[in-house]
């Protein structure tokens, strides 16, 4: 009898410690379900797990350590729910979400028109200042007693040229001579090297040469257009009577004087070696001496026009 008895109770034992291990087994599940759904972001409830038997393990063979599944879970709504602290998280991600994104985008917009205030302002004041200082550089020009003459002049094809002919043109000047050995070829090529440059930008406006004579007496008409075929197409010869040549140098301050003649009559002109810039308004603007080459020349050129203000009328 005794023995039937250890072994009925050994049953019960064994049951009750299946049915232990299994309700754990649940509770394993149920948790890593919720995690799972957590995780993901997912902001609908899990249904609700129910053991096969709501009623608490009891018995002899419980463990003391054994928590109820509900006390688990914290939750009012049943055994196996999510914690409260879950759901509020879980329903607090949307929204909180939301109303970051509309700050954020708050934020850009803010700073963008911030920022592009400043940067008109200052594109405003800098072009305000650029702009004072290209007209105090007219006046200045304006008072230089340089090239503010006239002159009447024969091209070398026989017309006869005034200063006005040239308003509205960007003016490249030298004077020189015909008999020079040397520096007045050169500087007329390093000239025309400088205008084809700036051609071949289509945005600048084309340059007009001018080669004056200071040695009216051997460059007449005829000298003067046998010597610029040699240079740049745009190139035109100007001559004249030794009164008008000296009137048309003294305006640039250009300096010439002949030398003595050899025995064959030839002489050598000592006179200024510069090239002079003049801009569409007929003022003079820059000058350029044998030490700066074509490409110098050329950027400087360039730079007057870009920064160029037409004066008004």
Request: hydrophobic share 35%.
């Amino acid at each position: 009898m005794r023995c039937l008895e250890r072994r009925m109770l050994g049953l019960v034992g064994f049951i009750g410690g299946d049915l232990h291990a299994t309700s754990g087994r649940l509770l394993r599940c149920t948790l890593r379900s919720s995690a799972v759904q957590q995780s993901s972001g997912s902001t609908h409830y899990p249904q609700r797990v129910w053991l096969s038997s709501q009623a608490p393990i009891c018995g002899p063979h419980t463990p003391k350590h054994f928590t109820h599944p509900q006390q688990t879970l914290g939750s009012s709504r049943g055994p196996f729910s999510l914690p409260l602290f879950t759901q509020r998280v879980a329903l607090s991600q949307g929204p909180n979400t939301s109303t970051a994104k509309i700050r954020l985008r708050t934020r850009l917009v803010v700073t963008l028109l911030f920022g592009g205030g400043l940067l008109g302002t200052w594109w405003y004041v800098r072009n305000e200042k650029q702009q004072n200082h290209r007209m105090q550089r007219i006046e200045q020009l304006k008072k230089v007693a340089l090239g503010q003459g006239d002159f009447s002049l024969l091209d070398h094809r026989g017309h006869r040229r005034t200063k006005r002919d040239f308003l509205g043109s960007w003016v490249l000047l030298y004077f020189g001579f015909t008999h020079c050995p040397d520096i007045c070829p050169d500087e007329l090529d390093k000239i025309s090297a400088v205008v084809s440059t700036l051609d071949k930008d289509p945005s600048l406006p084309a340059v007009q040469p001018l080669f004056v004579t200071v040695d009216p007496e051997r460059d007449d008409v005829a000298a003067l257009e046998r010597y610029v075929k040699d240079f740049h197409p745009r190139l035109i010869g100007l001559t004249g009577t030794p009164e008008e040549v000296k009137v048309a140098g003294k305006d640039y301050r250009v300096y010439a004087s002949p030398g003595p003649k050899d025995e064959d009559g030839d002489y050598i002109v000592d006179h200024t070696i510069l090239i002079y810039l003049v801009n569409p308004d007929g003022l003079f603007l820059d000058y350029y001496n044998r030490m700066k080459d074509d490409v110098q020349i050329a950027e400087s050129i360039r730079n007057h026009m870009k920064s160029y203000v037409k004066l008004p009328e």
